[in-house]
């Protein structure tokens, strides 16, 4: 069984940081590209980062150029989402995203919220 399990959102005030987690199970995670996006209320889901199966090349969304880092542990099917510096904007569900050969699963999302 498939699954990819995000955790680490949370409340956070603006210029804190907090770190996403997705957990992989169910098939050969070191294959897929993952991705991290994010859907804040009213807006479509848009892409935050990606890393290919490697890990060797990263992208990143312009608007957290700089502030967040996406990398991943084959050894432990695991890919992150280092988030610093965070900003109001930032305030979304963030999902993790896996592809491979045109296969896609994605994760259930993990509440990411940024206030005072």
């Known amino acids: 069984q498939v699954q990819l399990v995000e955790s680490g959102g949370g409340l956070v005030q603006p210029g804190g940081s907090l770190r996403l987690s997705c957990a992989a199970s169910?098939?050969?995670?070191?294959?897929?590209?993952m991705s991290w996006y994010r859907q804040a209320p009213g807006k479509e889901r848009e892409l935050v980062a990606d890393?290919?199966?490697?890990?060797?090349?990263?992208k990143y969304a312009d608007s957290v150029k700089g502030r967040f880092t996406i990398s991943r542990d084959n050894a432990k099917n695991t890919v992150y989402l280092q988030m610093n510096n965070l900003k109001p904007e930032d305030t979304a569900v963030y999902y993790c995203?896996?592809?491979?050969?045109?296969?896609?699963?994605w994760g259930q999302g993990t509440q990411v919220t940024v206030s005072s």
């Open positions: 995203k896996a592809a491979w050969l045109g296969v896609l699963f």
């Open positions: 169910g098939f050969t995670f070191s294959k897929y590209v």
């Open positions: 890393i290919t199966s490697s890990g060797g090349t990263t």
